[in-house]
C-alpha cells in the first residue's frame, strides 16, 4: 500500500517562503554595496565580512548551545542582518567594535526574543544604536569617499564631515557653500557617510526589485519620505536660510536606507496598509524633529526603533475590514 | 459580453492546472458490485429501508432522509442488496453503506424518463420544483453537499431577486463543471430556470471565471439563439482569481452585496446553486430523476490520462484512478476534491459520492521546500483572506486554546478557502489550527446558546 | 520652620485618618461571606500557587473542592500535585473512601509496531482536528492519534509520548488523577481508574468497539471481543461495551486470569509480579488480598 500524505486543505502552496524573501532583500542591497566598495575599498568589504560572519555566528552558537532548538542560519535572516548593520556605520569602523555591535544585533536585537519573528526591534538597528552609544567618536567619525581607482583598493581613510554633522554644526548657510554638496553627487554617493547609505540611486535600484517581486510594499517607504519631505519643505518656505530644501533631506543620511530596507522589515513593522501609512508618519516626523532640533545630526535609526515599538498597538489599532461587518449605513 | 467583475478584498492565484479541461465526458462501465454510502450529504445519514437480499432498480430510493439538512439516497444500479454493512469513506473511518450486486442491465424505477430529449416546458409550480428536488436527494455538488432544497427554501419574509450559479470552477485542476456546461448547455440553462422558477424570481445570473471562454462564448450564444425560453438570464463573467467560487465571494462579485457575518446568502437576495446541482435539478424535475451520477474529474500533473468520467454513485474511485491510466508512481497525496479544500485520502477505495467533484493525485508537493519557519509576520495572509480576517492571529490564539479570542477574531466567518495558508512563506498550517479553533469555538457557541 | 511642620503633620493625620474611616466603611460594606470550610481547605494546601491543579491558586482549588464535596459528596479529579488531598477530604467531612488515589491509563495499544502505518500525516499537531482528517495512521478509527493533545494539556508532566511506540505514556509518580487528559483526548481512550491495592491494575488496553474483523484489519493487540475473559472472569467484573471487553475496577479483585486467556494480549497488567521468576512470595499478595473485600 502507498504511504499516502494526510494534510488539511489547502494541499497546493504558493513557492515563496521565508528564505527567498530574506535573500531577496540581500540581493536588492548588492547594488549599494558595490558602490560602497568602489568608494571605501578595502575598508567596507573588511566591515561586511565581519558584520555577516559574526551575526551568523552568534545565531549558530545560541541555537546550538543555548536553544538547543534547530539551527536556522541558513535561512538567511542573520546575514541580512550583519549586511544591514555594515550598511549602516562608518566604513572605517574599529574590526572589535563590529564585532561587539553583531553580538548585541542578534544576541540582544534577535535571540533574546526568541529569534527570527519574534523580535520586537530591528535587529540592526538595536546593534547600531548600541553602538552609537557606547562608542560615540567611533560612530560619528565618516571616511570620506575616495573612489578605489584613484586611491587604490587598501587606501588609508580620510575622515570627514556628513552633510547632516555640517548642517547640525555650522548650520544651513555653510552647507549650501560647500559645493561638493551638489545635489547629483549626493544621489550618485560622492559624500560621507554610513557605507551603505551614501548612494541613494543604487539603493533605489534595490527598493524596485523588491517592490517588483512584492518582498516590500511601497506604502511605508512613501508614506516616510512623504512626511520627511512635507515637513521639511513647511520650515525651509518659512525660512530657506536656516533651514536646507526638502529634497535634501530626502538624499541625505540614512533615509533612503531607511525607508526602504529597514522601516519594511515585516518582523517589526505593522501589517495592514493604513497601519504602515501611520508607522511611515510617525518614523518621518519623528526623524525630521531629531534631525533639526535634536542632539544627533541623524535620527532615521531611532525613529524607525521608536516605531517598532508601536507597531503592536498600531496592529491592534488598523484590523482589516471584516467582510460581512459593514454596517448598513446605505439603506 | 459583460465587463468583468470580481471580489475585491484578498484572494490568490494559484495555478490553474486545468488539464482535463478538453477532455470530453465519458461514460464509466460499472463494476460488479457497487457500494453506496448512505451519509452523502453534509448533515445526517440517511435512514436505510432496504434489506439484504432486496432487488433495487435503478434510481429507487435505498434512503430517506433524516432531519431538516440531509438527503434522500438513491440506488445508482439494478441488482441485490448484498449485504448492509460498514464501509471505509475517504478519512478511513467505517460509515455505513448499501452494498449492492449490479445486474448488468439497468432496469428504472418507473415514472424515470430515459431518453435524451431536452423538455423545455416547465409544468411543476414552485413548491412543487422544491419537493421535487427534495424527494430526488440534491446537494450542492461543488463539495460542500449542503442539501439544494434547504437553500431553495426563501424563509418568510425574505425574497429571492437573483439566483446565481455558481460557475466559477475557482478550484485549480478540476474541470467536471466546466466540461457539463460545455455539453449539457441547454439542459443545464433549463435548470437554472427551474431554480428560478422554484425560488420565484426573474432574474438568474451564471457567474463564470474567463478562464472558460468557451463557455461563456457558448452560454451566450445559446441565449441568445432562444430568447424566449431563457429569457432572464444572464452570463457574467468573472475575474479568474481564487476563491471566485466561495458563495459569498461570487454573491460580492456580482451583485456588490456583502452577506452580513454569521447571516446567510439569502439575506441579500440571492440563492447560489452549483453547475452540477443545477444540472441534476433539470434531470430531477423535468425527467423525474433523482441524483445518482455526477462528472468526476480524475486529475494530476503525473497521471496519464487526465479524464473527466460520468460516474455512478458507489463506484470505488482506485477503478476511476486506473481508467485515467492508473497511479503512477512519483504520487504522495490523493485528493478528494479540489487542491485548495478537497480532502486528503486514507484509501483510494472509498466509493464516490455526491460531493466528489475530483480525484487529484498530488506529486511530491512539487519539490517545494515546505519546512516550518517562524511567522515573520508578513501579513500575507491577513492581505489573502478574502474574509477580512487575521489568520496569523487566529492560528496563534487556537493554539493556546484562548476561544474567547478566537470568537471575537471572528473565526466563524472563515469560509476555510485556504488562501492563507497557500500564501504563507514560513509554511505554518494556518488552516489547521483556524480549523480546530473554529471547531472548539463553534462547539462553545452552540452550548451557550443552548442555555 | 516648626510651623511647617506642624501644618504637614496635622494635615496628614487628618488625612490618613479620613482614608482609614473611608476604607473601614467600605470593607464592612462590600464584605463577601464566605464558606469557612474554604479556608481550611485551603490550609491544608501548599500556598504555592503553582497552578498546577488546574486552577487559577490554591484558593480557587479550594473552593472548587468545597463546591463539589457540597455537590457530589466527593473531591474526584480534584488534585493537588503536592499534597495528599485526603486531609483535604477530612477537613471537608468525608471519608477516606471518597477520596480513591487514581491514575490516568491509555486504553490504546495501537503502537508503531501494533498496527503499522499506512498514510503519515502532516499538519497541525493536534489530536482533535487530524481526528477530523482521518482515521488514524493505522487505520484504526478508535485509536490513539500519538500527537499529543493530552501531553499538551497535563499539568504534572505526567505524560509524555513514547518514541519508539508513538503512544503516550503515563508517570504514575507524577500522574495525580486529575482527569484532564481524560476529558482532553478526542476518542476517549484515556480513563481515570483507582490506582488499586498495592498500585497493582488490569485494564483492557483497547477503545475499539467496532467488530472483530475490523479490528484485526488494522491492529495486532487490539481487543476482538471474543469475550473470553468474560466467561474466565470469576467476580463478574467484565462487561462488554459493544464488541469491547471493559473492566470494572470495583468488581476487579485483580486476580489476573482474564489477561492470561486474553488471545491478543490486549489485557495490561501493572505492577504486578512476573509469573516464572519469583512465584513463590508474589503470588501470595493477591490472594491475601482476596480475603479482604474492597468496599466499593
Given at each position: 500500500?502507498?504511504?499516502?500524505?494526510?494534510?488539511?486543505?489547502?494541499?497546493?502552496h504558493?513557492?515563496?517562503?521565508?528564505?527567498?524573501?530574506m535573500?531577496?532583500?540581500?540581493?536588492?542591497?548588492?547594488?549599494?554595496?558595490?558602490?560602497?566598495?568602489y568608494?571605501f575599498?578595502w575598508?567596507?568589504?573588511?566591515?561586511?565580512?565581519?558584520?555577516?560572519?559574526?551575526?551568523?555566528?552568534?545565531?549558530?552558537?545560541?541555537?546550538?548551545?543555548?536553544?538547543?532548538?534547530?539551527?536556522?542560519?541558513?535561512d538567511?535572516?542573520?546575514a541580512?542582518?550583519?549586511?544591514?548593520?555594515?550598511?549602516?556605520?562608518?566604513?572605517?569602523?574599529?574590526?572589535?567594535?563590529?564585532?561587539?555591535?553583531s553580538?548585541?544585533?542578534?544576541?540582544?536585537?534577535?535571540m533574546?526574543?526568541?529569534?527570527?519573528?519574534?523580535?520586537?526591534?530591528?535587529?540592526?538597528?538595536?546593534?547600531?544604536v548600541?553602538?552609537?552609544?557606547?562608542?560615540?567618536?567611533?560612530?560619528?567619525?565618516?571616511?570620506?569617499?575616495?573612489?578605489?581607482?584613484?586611491?587604490?583598493?587598501f587606501?588609508d581613510?580620510?575622515?570627514?564631515?556628513?552633510?547632516?554633522?555640517?548642517?547640525?554644526?555650522?548650520g544651513?548657510?555653510?552647507?549650501?557653500?560647500?559645493?561638493?554638496?551638489?545635489?547629483?553627487?549626493?544621489?550618485?554617493?560622492?559624500?560621507?557617510?554610513?557605507?551603505?547609505?551614501?548612494?541613494?540611486?543604487?539603493?533605489?535600484?534595490?527598493?524596485?526589485?523588491?517592490?517588483?517581486?512584492?518582498?516590500i510594499?511601497?506604502?511605508?517607504?512613501?508614506?516616510i519620505?512623504?512626511?520627511?519631505?512635507?515637513?521639511?519643505?513647511?520650515?525651509?518656505?518659512?525660512?530657506p536660510?536656516?533651514?536646507?530644501?526638502?529634497?535634501?533631506?530626502?538624499?541625505?543620511g540614512?533615509?533612503?536606507?531607511?525607508?526602504?530596507?529597514?522601516?519594511?522589515?515585516?518582523?517589526?513593522?505593522?501589517?495592514?496598509?493604513?497601519?504602515k501609512?501611520?508607522?511611515?508618519?510617525?518614523?518621518?516626523?519623528?526623524?525630521?524633529?531629531?534631525?533639526?532640533?535634536?542632539?544627533?545630526?541623524e535620527?532615521?535609526?531611532?525613529?524607525?526603533?521608536?516605531?517598532n515599538?508601536?507597531?503592536?498597538?498600531?496592529?491592534?489599532?488598523?484590523?482589516?475590514?471584516?467582510?460581512?461587518?459593514?454596517?448598513?449605513?446605505?439603506? | 459580453?459583460?465587463?468583468?467583475?470580481?471580489?475585491k478584498?484578498?484572494?490568490v492565484?494559484?495555478?490553474?492546472n486545468?488539464?482535463?479541461?478538453?477532455?470530453?465526458?465519458?461514460?464509466?462501465?460499472?463494476?460488479?458490485?457497487?457500494i453506496?454510502?448512505?451519509?452523502?450529504?453534509?448533515?445526517?445519514?440517511?435512514?436505510c429501508?432496504?434489506?439484504?437480499?432486496?432487488r433495487?432498480?435503478?434510481?429507487?430510493?435505498?434512503?430517506t432522509?433524516?432531519?431538516?439538512?440531509?438527503?434522500?439516497?438513491?440506488?445508482?444500479?439494478?441488482?441485490?442488496?448484498?449485504?448492509?454493512?460498514?464501509?471505509?469513506d475517504?478519512?478511513g473511518?467505517?460509515?455505513?453503506?448499501?452494498?449492492?450486486?449490479?445486474?448488468?442491465?439497468?432496469?428504472?424505477?418507473?415514472?424515470?424518463?430515459?431518453?435524451?430529449?431536452?423538455?423545455?416546458?416547465?409544468?411543476?409550480d414552485?413548491?412543487?420544483?422544491?419537493d421535487?428536488?427534495?424527494?430526488?436527494g440534491?446537494?450542492?455538488?461543488?463539495?460542500?453537499?449542503?442539501?439544494?432544497?434547504v437553500?431553495?427554501?426563501v424563509?418568510?419574509?425574505?425574497?429571492?431577486?437573483?439566483?446565481?450559479?455558481n460557475?466559477a470552477?475557482?478550484?485549480?485542476?478540476?474541470?467536471?463543471?466546466?466540461?457539463?456546461?460545455l455539453?449539457?448547455t441547454?439542459?443545464?440553462?433549463?435548470?437554472?430556470?427551474i431554480?428560478?422558477?422554484?425560488?420565484g424570481?426573474?432574474?438568474?445570473?451564471?457567474?463564470?471565471?474567463?478562464?472558460?471562454?468557451?463557455?461563456?462564448?457558448?452560454l451566450?450564444?445559446?441565449?441568445?439563439?432562444?430568447?424566449?425560453?431563457?429569457?432572464?438570464?444572464?452570463v457574467?463573467?468573472l475575474?479568474?482569481?481564487?476563491p471566485?467560487?466561495?458563495?459569498?465571494?461570487?454573491?460580492?462579485?456580482?451583485?456588490?452585496?456583502?452577506v452580513?457575518s454569521?447571516?446567510?446568502?439569502?439575506?441579500?437576495?440571492?440563492v447560489?446553486?452549483?453547475?452540477?446541482?443545477?444540472?441534476?435539478?433539470?434531470?430531477?424535475?423535468?425527467?423525474?430523476?433523482?441524483?445518482i451520477?455526477?462528472?468526476?474529474?480524475?486529475?494530476?500533473k503525473?497521471?496519464?490520462?487526465?479524464?473527466?468520467?460520468?460516474c455512478?454513485?458507489?463506484?470505488?474511485?482506485?477503478?476511476?484512478i486506473?481508467?485515467?491510466?492508473?497511479?503512477?508512481?512519483?504520487?504522495?497525496?490523493?485528493?478528494?476534491?479540489?487542491?485548495?479544500?478537497?480532502?486528503?485520502?486514507?484509501?483510494?477505495?472509498?466509493?464516490?459520492?455526491?460531493?466528489?467533484?475530483?480525484?487529484?493525485?498530488?506529486?511530491?508537493?512539487?519539490a517545494?521546500?515546505?519546512?516550518?519557519?517562524?511567522?515573520?509576520?508578513?501579513?500575507?495572509?491577513?492581505?489573502?483572506?478574502p474574509?477580512?480576517?487575521?489568520?496569523?492571529?487566529?492560528?496563534?490564539?487556537?493554539?493556546?486554546?484562548?476561544?474567547?479570542?478566537?470568537?471575537?477574531?471572528?473565526?466563524?466567518?472563515?469560509?476555510?478557502?485556504?488562501?492563507?495558508?497557500?500564501?504563507?512563506?514560513?509554511?505554518?498550517?494556518?488552516l489547521?489550527?483556524i480549523?480546530?479553533?473554529?471547531?472548539?469555538?463553534?462547539?462553545?457557541?452552540?452550548?451557550?446558546?443552548?442555555? | 520652620?516648626?510651623?511647617?511642620?506642624?501644618?504637614?503633620?496635622?494635615?496628614?493625620?487628618?488625612?490618613?485618618?479620613?482614608?482609614?474611616v473611608?476604607?473601614?466603611?467600605?470593607?464592612?460594606?462590600?464584605?463577601?461571606?464566605?464558606?469557612?470550610?474554604?479556608?481550611?481547605?485551603e490550609?491544608?494546601?501548599?500556598?504555592?500557587?503553582?497552578?498546577?491543579?488546574?486552577?487559577?491558586?490554591?484558593?480557587?482549588?479550594a473552593e472548587?473542592?468545597?463546591?463539589?464535596a457540597?455537590?457530589?459528596?466527593?473531591?474526584?479529579?480534584?488534585?493537588?500535585?503536592?499534597?495528599?488531598?485526603?486531609?483535604?477530604?477530612?477537613v471537608?467531612?468525608?471519608?477516606?473512601?471518597?477520596f480513591?488515589?487514581?491514575?490516568?491509563?491509555?486504553?490504546?495499544?495501537?503502537?508503531?509496531?501494533?498496527?503499522?502505518?499506512?498514510?503519515?500525516?502532516?499538519?497541525a499537531?493536534?489530536?482533535?482536528?487530524?481526528?477530523?482528517?482521518?482515521?488514524?495512521?493505522?487505520?484504526?478509527?478508535?485509536?490513539?492519534?500519538?500527537?499529543?493533545?493530552?501531553?499538551?494539556?497535563?499539568?504534572?508532566?505526567?505524560?509524555?509520548?513514547?518514541?519508539?511506540?508513538?503512544?503516550?505514556?503515563?508517570?504514575p509518580?507524577?500522574?495525580?488523577?486529575?482527569?484532564?487528559?481524560?476529558?482532553?483526548?478526542?476518542?476517549?481512550?484515556?480513563?481515570?481508574?483507582?490506582?488499586?491495592?498495592?498500585?497493582?491494575?488490569?485494564?483492557?488496553?483497547?477503545?475499539?468497539?467496532?467488530?472483530?474483523?475490523l479490528?484485526?484489519?488494522?491492529?495486532s493487540?487490539?481487543?476482538?471481543?471474543?469475550?473470553?475473559?468474560?466467561?474466565?472472569?470469576?467476580?463478574?467484573?467484565?462487561?462488554?461495551?459493544?464488541n469491547?471487553?471493559y473492566?470494572?475496577?470495583?468488581?476487579?479483585?485483580?486476580?489476573?486470569?482474564?489477561?492470561?486467556?486474553?488471545?491478543?494480549?490486549?489485557?495490561?497488567t501493572?505492577?504486578?509480579?512476573?509469573?516464572?521468576?519469583k512465584?513463590?512470595?508474589?503470588?501470595?499478595?493477591p490472594k491475601?488480598?482476596?480475603?479482604?473485600?474492597?468496599?466499593?
Amino acid at each position: 500500500m502507498n504511504n499516502y500524505t494526510i494534510s488539511g486543505s489547502p494541499h497546493v502552496h504558493s513557492t515563496e517562503n521565508t528564505r527567498k524573501i530574506m535573500y531577496r532583500v540581500i540581493l536588492a542591497l548588492i547594488p549599494a554595496l558595490l558602490v560602497a566598495l568602489y568608494y571605501f575599498g578595502w575598508y567596507a568589504l573588511r566591515l561586511t565580512l565581519v558584520t555577516v560572519i559574526t551575526c551568523m555566528l552568534t545565531e549558530w552558537l545560541i541555537q546550538m548551545f543555548l536553544i538547543k532548538g534547530p539551527i536556522t542560519i541558513n535561512d538567511g535572516s542573520a546575514a541580512l542582518t550583519g549586511l544591514l548593520l555594515a550598511f549602516n556605520v562608518p566604513a572605517n569602523l574599529p574590526v572589535w567594535m563590529a564585532i561587539v555591535g553583531s553580538v548585541v544585533a542578534i544576541g540582544i536585537g534577535k535571540m533574546a526574543f526568541g529569534g527570527l519573528g519574534k523580535n520586537p526591534f530591528n535587529p540592526a538597528l538595536v546593534g547600531r544604536v548600541f553602538m552609537l552609544v557606547s562608542f560615540p567618536t567611533a560612530m560619528t567619525t565618516w571616511p570620506q569617499v575616495q573612489p578605489i581607482f584613484s586611491k587604490g583598493f587598501f587606501a588609508d581613510a580620510v575622515t570627514g564631515p556628513t552633510p547632516l554633522g555640517i548642517l547640525k554644526e555650522s548650520g544651513a548657510e555653510t552647507l549650501s557653500q560647500l559645493d561638493n554638496m551638489q545635489f547629483l553627487d549626493m544621489v550618485l554617493g560622492n559624500r560621507g557617510g554610513a557605507f551603505g547609505e551614501i548612494c541613494a540611486i543604487a539603493l533605489l535600484l534595490g527598493a524596485i526589485y523588491l517592490i517588483c517581486r512584492k518582498v516590500i510594499d511601497i506604502a511605508t517607504p512613501l508614506s516616510i519620505l512623504l512626511t520627511v519631505f512635507v515637513f521639511t519643505g513647511i520650515f525651509y518656505l518659512i525660512d530657506p536660510i536656516h533651514y536646507i530644501a526638502p529634497w535634501y533631506h530626502i538624499v541625505y543620511g540614512g533615509l533612503i536606507l531607511g525607508a526602504f530596507f529597514m522601516a519594511t522589515d515585516m518582523v517589526t513593522t505593522p501589517m495592514t496598509t493604513k497601519g504602515k501609512i501611520l508607522f511611515g508618519f510617525g518614523v518621518g516626523a519623528i526623524t525630521v524633529v531629531i534631525r533639526l532640533w535634536g542632539a544627533y545630526p541623524e535620527g532615521v535609526s531611532f525613529a524607525i526603533l521608536i516605531m517598532n515599538a508601536f507597531t503592536p498597538l498600531i496592529n491592534k489599532a488598523f484590523k482589516p475590514q471584516v467582510f460581512g461587518t459593514v454596517k448598513p449605513s446605505k439603506q | 459580453m459583460n465587463p468583468i467583475k470580481t471580489f475585491k478584498k484578498g484572494g490568490v492565484h494559484p495555478e490553474e492546472n486545468k488539464f482535463s479541461a478538453d477532455q470530453p465526458i465519458q461514460d464509466f462501465p460499472m463494476p460488479k458490485q457497487i457500494i453506496v454510502p448512505l451519509g452523502q450529504c453534509l448533515g445526517a445519514p440517511a435512514d436505510c429501508i432496504v434489506n439484504k437480499g432486496d432487488r433495487v432498480l435503478t434510481g429507487q430510493l435505498i434512503g430517506t432522509a433524516k432531519g431538516f439538512v440531509s438527503a434522500n439516497v438513491h440506488s445508482p444500479a439494478t441488482g441485490t442488496v448484498a449485504k448492509i454493512d460498514v464501509v471505509m469513506d475517504h478519512t478511513g473511518y467505517y460509515k455505513p453503506a448499501v452494498f449492492i450486486d449490479r445486474e448488468e442491465q439497468d432496469e428504472w424505477a418507473p415514472g424515470i424518463i430515459v431518453t435524451d430529449e431536452l423538455l423545455t416546458d416547465i409544468k411543476l409550480d414552485g413548491k412543487a420544483i422544491i419537493d421535487k428536488v427534495k424527494e430526488c436527494g440534491i446537494v450542492g455538488m461543488g463539495g460542500a453537499t449542503f442539501p439544494t432544497h434547504v437553500k431553495m427554501m426563501v424563509p418568510e419574509g425574505k425574497k429571492a431577486e437573483y439566483v446565481i450559479i455558481n460557475a466559477a470552477e475557482c478550484e485549480p485542476y478540476l474541470t467536471c463543471d466546466y466540461r457539463l456546461l460545455l455539453e449539457k448547455t441547454q439542459e443545464f440553462l433549463m435548470g437554472v430556470k427551474i431554480v428560478m422558477k422554484g425560488v420565484g424570481t426573474e432574474h438568474g445570473i451564471i457567474g463564470i471565471e474567463t478562464n472558460k471562454m468557451p463557455a461563456i462564448e457558448l452560454l451566450e450564444k445559446t441565449i441568445k439563439a432562444h430568447p424566449e425560453r431563457y429569457a432572464g438570464i444572464e452570463v457574467q463573467p468573472l475575474k479568474t482569481k481564487y476563491p471566485q467560487g466561495g458563495e459569498k465571494q461570487i454573491i460580492k462579485a456580482i451583485t456588490g452585496r456583502e452577506v452580513p457575518s454569521g447571516k446567510l446568502p439569502i439575506e441579500t437576495g440571492c440563492v447560489v446553486v452549483n453547475v452540477a446541482s443545477t444540472f441534476a435539478i433539470y434531470e430531477a424535475v423535468q425527467k423525474n430523476k433523482p441524483l445518482i451520477e455526477r462528472i468526476v474529474t480524475v486529475t494530476g500533473k503525473s497521471i496519464k490520462k487526465p479524464s473527466n468520467f460520468r460516474c455512478r454513485f458507489g463506484v470505488p474511485a482506485d477503478l476511476l484512478i486506473e481508467a485515467a491510466g492508473g497511479l503512477p508512481e512519483d504520487i504522495t497525496d490523493v485528493i478528494n476534491g479540489g487542491p485548495m479544500m478537497g480532502k486528503s485520502v486514507s484509501v483510494t477505495s472509498f466509493p464516490t459520492m455526491k460531493g466528489t467533484s475530483g480525484i487529484l493525485l498530488m506529486t511530491l508537493r512539487d519539490a517545494q521546500d515546505r519546512r516550518q519557519t517562524n511567522c515573520i509576520r508578513c501579513g500575507r495572509c491577513a492581505k489573502a483572506c478574502p474574509m477580512g480576517l487575521q489568520p496569523f492571529l487566529l492560528h496563534k490564539v487556537a493554539k493556546l486554546n484562548d476561544f474567547d479570542e478566537t470568537e471575537k477574531n471572528h473565526i466563524m466567518d472563515c469560509i476555510e478557502c485556504g488562501s492563507c495558508e497557500y500564501t504563507c512563506p514560513a509554511n505554518i498550517p494556518l488552516l489547521d489550527y483556524i480549523r480546530y479553533g473554529k471547531a472548539k469555538t463553534g462547539a462553545i457557541i452552540k452550548a451557550r446558546n443552548q442555555k | 520652620m516648626s510651623h511647617t511642620l506642624l501644618i504637614s503633620l496635622i494635615v496628614l493625620g487628618v488625612l490618613g485618618a479620613v482614608l482609614a474611616v473611608v476604607l473601614y466603611i467600605v470593607a464592612q460594606k462590600f464584605k463577601v461571606e464566605e464558606n469557612p470550610l474554604i479556608d481550611e481547605a485551603e490550609a491544608c494546601l501548599p500556598g504555592a500557587n503553582c497552578g498546577g491543579c488546574g486552577f487559577a491558586g490554591c484558593r480557587a482549588l479550594a473552593e472548587a473542592c468545597v463546591k463539589q464535596a457540597a455537590e457530589k459528596g466527593n473531591i474526584d479529579g480534584l488534585a493537588c500535585p503536592g499534597t495528599d488531598m485526603g486531609k483535604v477530604a477530612a477537613v471537608l467531612g468525608l471519608t477516606a473512601a471518597a477520596f480513591e488515589p487514581k491514575i490516568a491509563v491509555v486504553r490504546c495499544n495501537g503502537s508503531c509496531q501494533n498496527s503499522p502505518a499506512k498514510v503519515h500525516y502532516e499538519g497541525a499537531d493536534i489530536c482533535a482536528f487530524a481526528s477530523t482528517l482521518y482515521a488514524g495512521k493505522g487505520g484504526c478509527s478508535k485509536g490513539c492519534m500519538g500527537l499529543g493533545d493530552c501531553v499538551k494539556k497535563c499539568n504534572f508532566g505526567a505524560l509524555h509520548i513514547d518514541k519508539e511506540t508513538g503512544l503516550p505514556v503515563v508517570d504514575p509518580d507524577k500522574c495525580v488523577g486529575c482527569g484532564v487528559c481524560a476529558r482532553t483526548c478526542p476518542r476517549g481512550i484515556i480513563e481515570i481508574r483507582p490506582r488499586g491495592k498495592n498500585d497493582r491494575r488490569i485494564y483492557v488496553c483497547c477503545s475499539n468497539t467496532d467488530k472483530g474483523a475490523l479490528v484485526v484489519k488494522n491492529c495486532s493487540a487490539g481487543c476482538i471481543g471474543c469475550q473470553k475473559c468474560l466467561k474466565e472472569c470469576p467476580f463478574g467484573a467484565i462487561e462488554m461495551k459493544g464488541n469491547l471487553a471493559y473492566i470494572d475496577p470495583a468488581k476487579c479483585k485483580t486476580c489476573g486470569k482474564c489477561a492470561k486467556v486474553c488471545p491478543r494480549g490486549a489485557i495490561h497488567t501493572v505492577n504486578f509480579p512476573t509469573p516464572k521468576p519469583k512465584a513463590e512470595q508474589p503470588a501470595e499478595a493477591p490472594k491475601v488480598e482476596l480475603e479482604k473485600p474492597v468496599t466499593a
